[in-house]
C-alpha cells in the first residue's frame, strides 16, 4: 500500500514553455501531498504544500507565479512550471501524507520527475 | 526549531563489512526520526521511522537504527552490507504535529567488491 506515481518521469521542453507534472497517491486518500525540488548530488529542498480544495503554501524564496500547484482531488496534485528556463531544470519529487501518519508526518514518495529546459 | 545532520557526506564499505552512517537531529519536541534510501535518478524509499515507541526500530533489507535522546542521534547500521545498498540515504526529521520534513544533506553510500 501506499504507492505514489508521477507523470511523466521524463521531460524535455524548450525555454518559454509550460510543463506540468502529475502526482497521484494510488492506494490512499492524500489531503495533504508535497513537492520537492532535488539539484544534482543534493538533498530534497521543500518547494510548496498542497492542501486539497486550498491554495498550496509556498516555501521562501519560491515563485508561486512560476511554479502553480493544484490539489484538484484527493488524488491528485499538479505542478505546473510556467514559462521554463535552463535553470528551472531539476528532478521534482512529490510527496504524499495518508490519513494513517497521525501527528507524525510519515510521507511517501513518488519516483520523480526528471524536467529539462533547453 | 528543528534540524538534522549526516555527519558523513560519503561511506565506503566493503562487501559484507558492516555500515554506519551517522544521524544527529535537533528538535523542539519529540521527533519523529525516518531514514529513506534514494537510488540514482529514483525516488525516495523509506527503510525506517521511529515515532516514539521502541527505540531500537528495524527496518526493510536489514537495516537498522537506534534513538539515543542523550545523544540526540539516530545512525542507520546494517551487519553485512550488499552491493544493491549503494545509494544515497537521506536521514529525516519531523516533530509531532509539525507538518514538514527536515532533510539532512545526505550520505552517499558505497559498496565494492
Known amino acids: 500500500g501506499a504507492v505514489v506515481s508521477q507523470h511523466p518521469s521524463r521531460v524535455i521542453c524548450k525555454s518559454g514553455t509550460s510543463v506540468k507534472i502529475e502526482c497521484r497517491s494510488l492506494d490512499f486518500q492524500a489531503t495533504t501531498m508535497f513537492w520537492y525540488r532535488q539539484f544534482p548530488k543534493k538533498s530534497l529542498m521543500l518547494m510548496a504544500t498542497s492542501n486539497e480544495g486550498s491554495k498550496a503554501t509556498y516555501e521562501q524564496g519560491v515563485e508561486k507565479d512560476k511554479f502553480l500547484i493544484n490539489h484538484a482531488s484527493l488524488t491528485l496534485s499538479t505542478l505546473t512550471v510556467t514559462s521554463a528556463h535552463p535553470e528551472d531544470s531539476s528532478f521534482y519529487i512529490c510527496?504524499?501524507?495518508?490519513?494513517?501518519?497521525?501527528?507524525?508526518?510519515?510521507?511517501?514518495f513518488g519516483p520523480g520527475t526528471r524536467l529539462t529546459v533547453l | 526549531a528543528q534540524s538534522v545532520t549526516q555527519l558523513d557526506s560519503h561511506v565506503s564499505v566493503s562487501e559484507g563489512t558492516p555500515v554506519l552512517l551517522r544521524c544527529n537531529y535537533s528538535s523542539s519536541y519529540s521527533p519523529s526520526l525516518f531514514w529513506y534510501v534514494q537510488h540514482p535518478n529514483k525516488g525516495l524509499q523509506l527503510l525506517l521511522k521511529y515515532t516514539s515507541a521502541a527505540t531500537l526500530v528495524k527496518g526493510i533489507n536489514g537495516f537498522e537504527a537506534e534513538f539515543k535522546k542523550s545523544e540526540t542521534s539516530f545512525h542507520l547500521t546494517k551487519p553485512s552490507a550488499h552491493m544493491s545498498d549503494a545509494a544515497e540515504y537521506f536521514c529525516?526529521?519531523?516533530?509531532?504535529?509539525?507538518?514538514?520534513?527536515?532533510f539532512g544533506a545526505g550520505t552517499r553510500l558505497a559498496v565494492h567488491p
Open positions: 510527496s504524499a501524507r495518508p490519513p494513517t501518519s497521525g501527528s507524525y508526518n510519515e510521507q511517501f
Open positions: 529525516v526529521v519531523s516533530s509531532f504535529g509539525y507538518n514538514k520534513l527536515i
